[in-house]
């Protein structure tokens, strides 16, 4: 993993030289950013802000290349799926769903990326550009421990049957991945050096949540989100 690391952080490094060493426009910028989970990440958080701050080079007429360094972190839960599921042999079977009120989780993710992009359309009043992006993710998940013992109304009466005895030791997870995004960019300049810019992107690292099953959470293979963007950048 070490070895793969210094690998591409030694192409990066030789093709951000490469780019700097050519005649264009420098860019700076910075954007605020709400990330939308999507596929069996969004089973665990809800959406959350963050931001990014960047800065590159217009290498000719249609291409720009960009270093980026993002943070963002997940920690409101989606309530809906915090729940564990009771089949309870005593009332013939019956299913029960109770929520996990006292759930705490969290992913921080703090990255180093660099994005491509490419003009599509330049009008008057917008241009349009596609962005490839890659890089390096450095993430934390961290999940609390939960013990607790479910109850329901057996009878609805008031006359509690505990069903459920939950022992989930705490979970905490470190590591660096790789990851990948790719979207669209939608630029409107306000002068010839001042732009606010728009996007659109879907993300992906390339890391594993591990699952609890004694909370009903299935493993998240691949943390993917959808990114909606906006900020102001400068041209040099």
């Known amino acids: 993993m070490k070895l793969k690391i210094f690998t591409i ?8 030289a490469k780019v700097f060493a050519q005649e264009g426009s420098f860019i700076v910028g910075a954007n605020g950013a709400y990330y939308l989970p999507f596929g069996g990440l969004a089973d665990r958080f809800d959406g959350t802000i963050g931001g990014s701050f960047y800065l590159g080079k ?11 360094i993002e943070y963002f972190k997940y920690s409101e839960l989606n309530k809906d799926n ?28 703090f990255s180093l ?42 009878l609805g009466t008031g006359t509690m049957l505990k069903v459920a005895e939950i ?40 890391a594993e949540l591990w699952p609890t099953l004694s909370l009903d959470m299935e493993a998240v293979s691949g943390l993917q989100m959808f990114e909606l963007r906006g900020g102001v950048k400068l041209k040099l």
Not at 114 to 140: C, H, P, R
């Open 58 to 68: 217009e290498v000719s007429k249609d291409w720009t290349w960009v270093g980026k």
């Open 113 to 154: 990326t660099t994005e491509a992009k490419y003009k599509l359309f330049d009008l008057s009043f917008m241009q349009t550009q596609v962005n490839i992006g890659f890089g390096f993710y450095k993430w934390a998940f961290s999940r609390g421990d939960y013990y607790d013992s479910l109850y329901v109304d057996s």
């Open 9 to 16: 952080s030694v192409i990066c490094f030789l093709l951000f």
């Open 167 to 206: 022992t989930a030791p705490a979970l905490n997870l470190k590591e660096i991945n790789g990851g990948f995004s790719f979207g669209l960019d939608f630029d409107f300049p306000i002068t010839k050096s001042i732009i606010f810019s728009l996007a659109a992107n879907y993300k992906m690292i390339l």
């Open 82 to 109: 915090m729940f564990k599921t009771v089949t309870v042999p005593e009332l013939n079977d019956q299913v029960f769903k109770l929520p996990l009120t006292k759930l705490k989780m969290s992913l921080e993710v």
